[in-house]
C-alpha cells in the first residue's frame, strides 16, 4: 500500500524531469505501481481510510509524483455516495501516454485553489485551466482511448499531464499578481 510518505516533494528535483513514453506491453512493475497509484487515490478520499492510514487526499497522481519519470496517470473521481449504504461510485481513469488533442476556449480554475500530493503547503492563487478538454492516450493492454473531461476532471487531466513534463501547478501561479485576471475566469 503506498503511504502519504512515498509521494514525492516538491522540492525533490526528481518532479522536474520530463517523463519518458511508455513503451508496450506495459511491466508487472508498471502495472503494479497503477494498482497501487489508483488504490491510494481512492482511499484518500474516503475519510476513515484516509485518517487510518494517514493519506492525504488526492484525486490525481503522475508516476513521476513516485520517482517513476514514465508517461501514465490515474485519476480517481467519487461520484456518488449514498449515506444509507455507504456506498460509494467513482470514476477511475488510468491513462499511459496522455496527450490533450483538444481544448475548449473557456478557462476555469479552482476557487478553493489548486493542490498537489507533492506539495505540502498552502498555495495562494489561480491556476488558469481549460474547462473541457480532449485526452488521447492508451489504457494498461495498449488500446488507444480518448477521454472528454469537463469541469474539475478536465482540471484533473491537464494537471497530472503537467507533471509528465516537470511542470508543478504552483509555475502556473503568477508570482506578482496571484488573482491575475480572476475577473475573466469562471470559478469552480
Do not use: W
Request: hydrophobic share 35%; with cysteine.
Amino acid at each position: 500500500m503506498l503511504k502519504t510518505k512515498d509521494i514525492l516533494d516538491e522540492k525533490d528535483k526528481r518532479l522536474r524531469l520530463v517523463s519518458k513514453e511508455v513503451v508496450f506491453p506495459l511491466s508487472k512493475e508498471d502495472k503494479k505501481q497503477i494498482k497501487l497509484m489508483v488504490e491510494y487515490l481512492r482511499n484518500s478520499q474516503i475519510e476513515e481510510k484516509a485518517e487510518k492510514y494517514d493519506l492525504r487526499p488526492g484525486m490525481g497522481m503522475a508516476a513521476i509524483q513516485l520517482g517513476i519519470a514514465k508517461r501514465y496517470i490515474t485519476i480517481v473521481n467519487e461520484v456518488d455516495y449514498e449515506e444509507e449504504t455507504g456506498k460509494r461510485t467513482f470514476e477511475t481513469y488510468v491513462v499511459i501516454n496522455p496527450k490533450i488533442i483538444s481544448n475548449s476556449e473557456e478557462i476555469i480554475y479552482v476557487e478553493m485553489g489548486e493542490g498537489c500530493l507533492s506539495v505540502n503547503r498552502e498555495v495562494e492563487g489561480i491556476v488558469p485551466r481549460y474547462a473541457r478538454c480532449t485526452i488521447e492516450g492508451y489504457d494498461v493492454d495498449g488500446n488507444k482511448i480518448r477521454i472528454r473531461a469537463r469541469e474539475e476532471v478536465s482540471i484533473a487531466f491537464q494537471h497530472e499531464i503537467d507533471h509528465l513534463d516537470g511542470i508543478l501547478f504552483v509555475d502556473k501561479i503568477d508570482k506578482k499578481n496571484p488573482y491575475k485576471n480572476k475577473d475573466k475566469y469562471r470559478a469552480i
